[in-house]
């Protein structure tokens, strides 16, 4: 995984290995320059004062065999053998030479060598000097690397501040909206550049997006009085129905299903209205709910799934559990998870548990794979075996609300037998 910087480290690294490389490269260029005229010079300066030194002897063979310009000698072929023995078999030209004197110190110098008239002469120069030199440059040139350097890393620093400020502005405005909780124009407060630009289009999403969440809104309370009104008039006739003398148990009690599956409808349709609104203004709190009794009504509600399976269902209470929010969130919640646990058991017990801050939903159906969890919490994946149907939202809500609330909903299986254990955690 690559790390991530930010952009102003990175403009900053970018100038100051820019400042770093250049100066080098100057460095390295001069060193060579310099490096490559100099021995040109002076090379051509020894062989042209060489040539004239055997040019003097031999139109003045009266002078002394050495010549009167320094550190210059003059033998004949005869009289060679007098000259160092490191000297005696070169040819014209002229050469780097490294010598010891008796001191043992080691001694740098330039020879030039000519023969013509059978006279052949020589011209040393020390160049100990120029090696001093070209040190005290290479020092100088990398103070200057060094100072080159540092003056790009502050120029990339500053510069770095200056480019980015408007990024650093946009990103603060944008942070202000989330805190005022409403937006405004971007555009104006920035030049007419790149970062103008972004402004402008953030402008325009938010445009977008604060006419969809108005038609979102728009629908939401459309739908909520479209749906309650029907299934007002349903749970208010079931109930006059309920009262005449002359029903028989078995309309009865299918009467009672219409109630309770019109209740469950107009839970459903206040949850999800209720977390439509909340996932854009927070949770709405102020109403304590009885998690027992909530449970026991879902169970009732629950019962006519059951049809003729060999199951039994209980709740068991331990301590008293109240929770800061609406009945029909957590009505809705625990339909989802009781509603599962009776559908994908076929015989055996369902368990309601409530105690130490959390409901558990134990069943003894056919379990589900550790793995798969996790799965079933997403949206469009639903369960495998006895009776699974639907379209896999059921538990993708019941996430949704749990997350809203601060709450951990998890369904793992049973290691003691087969089925699932089903479980939202009230206090973290």
């Known amino acids: 995984m690559q790390s991530r910087r930010k952009l102003r480290f990175r403009l900053l690294i970018s100038f100051a290995l820019f400042g770093f490389g250049l100066s080098a490269l100057f460095a390295v260029a001069s060193l060579y320059v310099r490096a490559k005229v100099e021995n040109q010079l002076i090379n051509a300066s020894l062989q042209s004062d060489v040539d004239q030194a055997v040019e003097n002897t031999h139109s003045n063979p009266g002078q002394p065999s050495r010549s009167q310009l320094i550190d210059a000698w003059m033998w004949s072929d005869r009289t060679i053998y007098k000259a160092p023995l490191a000297w005696q078999n070169l040819a014209p030209g002229v050469y780097d030479m490294h010598d010891v004197d008796k001191d043992g110190r080691s001694h740098h110098y330039k020879l030039a060598v000519a023969r013509k008239y059978g006279l052949i002469g020589f011209i040393s120069y020390d160049i100990s000097r120029e090696d001093l030199g070209k040190r005290q440059l290479v020092t100088s040139l990398v103070a200057s690397v060094i100072l080159f350097s540092l003056l790009s890393l502050a120029i990339g620093l500053w510069l770095s501040r200056k480019v980015l400020k408007p990024v650093t502005e946009l990103a603060r405005r944008l942070r202000d909206f989330r805190k005022a909780g409403r937006a405004e124009p971007l555009a104006p407060h920035f030049a007419d550049d790149e970062v103008g630009e972004l402004a402008q289009a953030l402008d325009e999403y938010a445009e977008r997006l604060t006419a969809m969440v108005a038609r979102d809104r728009e629908f939401n309370s459309d739908v909520s009085h479209e749906l309650r009104t029907p299934l007002a008039v349903i749970s208010s006739t079931t109930e006059l129905l309920q009262g005449s003398p002359d029903l028989t148990d078995k309309l009865r009690e ?11 409808a107009t839970e459903l349709i206040e949850a999800l209205l209720l977390l439509s609104r909340a996932e854009r203004r927070g949770p709405t709190r102020g109403e304590i709910t009885d998690v027992a009794k909530v449970a026991s009504d879902v169970i009732d ?40 646990a009776i559908k994908y058991t076929l015989e055996g017990r369902v368990t309601v548990q409530v105690d130490k801050g959390r409901i558990e939903v134990i069943d003894t159906g056919p379990g589900i794979k550790p793995e798969d969890a996790e799965r079933l919490f997403q949206r469009g994946v639903r369960g495998e075996g006895a009776g699974g149907s639907g379209a896999g939202l059921g538990l993708a809500i019941v996430r949704r609300l749990c997350e809203l609330y601060g709450w951990d909903v998890s369904i793992r299986p049973r290691t003691d037998a087969n089925g699932a254990i089903a479980s939202i955690v009230f206090e973290r």
């Open 301 to 340: 509600s629950q019962r006519p799934q059951i049809r003729d399976k060999p199951i039994e269902v209980e709740l068991t209470q331990g301590d008293a559990i109240n929770v800061n929010a609406p009945a029909s969130v957590l009505s809705v919640a625990l339909t989802n998870l009781i509603g599962n």
């Open 254 to 264: 299918r009467l009672k299903r219409i109630e309770r599956a019109s209740r469950q």
